[in-house]
């Protein structure tokens, strides 16, 4: 019944928007990133994107990242300053301990920007976290 339906909660891994310096361009430039806060690997990592606000609709981007190790992180993508502008959601679907994860995180327009930088746990750069 309904009642013995587990659902896991997905802990331990979170979304972050880094602003970085990028070499091949020498510019700065917004990515996106997930981070494994957890004691054990995540595996088939999907990484689903969107950028909306109203009728302004950006294109739906998945990512396969495959596996994040415990205690480390993965690019996702890179974020144009354009898209920033609008509310951006991530779809992280994973599988752990031989169950299926999902959450979604989302950045609210406006919420990336520099003034509102702090430096990102694990990955020692600024940015920002998904709430």
Request: aromatic share 10%; hydrophobic share 40%.
């Amino acid at each position: 019944m309904k009642k013995d339906i587990e659902i896991p909660i997905a802990k331990d891994v979170h979304v972050a928007i880094i602003h970085e310096w990028n070499e091949e361009f020498l510019s700065k430039d917004w990515n996106a990133y997930i981070i494994n806060n957890g004691s054990f690997p995540i595996e088939m990592v999907l990484v689903v994107s969107k950028g909306y606000e109203g009728d302004k609709k950006t294109s739906i981007m998945r990512h396969a990242i495959g596996v994040v190790a415990a205690k480390s992180f993965e690019k996702i993508e890179v974020v144009q300053e354009d898209v920033l502008a609008l509310n951006n959601e991530f779809f992280v679907t994973y599988y752990a301990d031989n169950k299926l994860y999902e959450k979604r995180f989302e950045f609210t327009k406006g919420s990336v920007s520099e003034s509102r930088l702090s430096t990102i746990p694990m990955i020692e750069k600024e940015g920002v976290l998904a709430k």
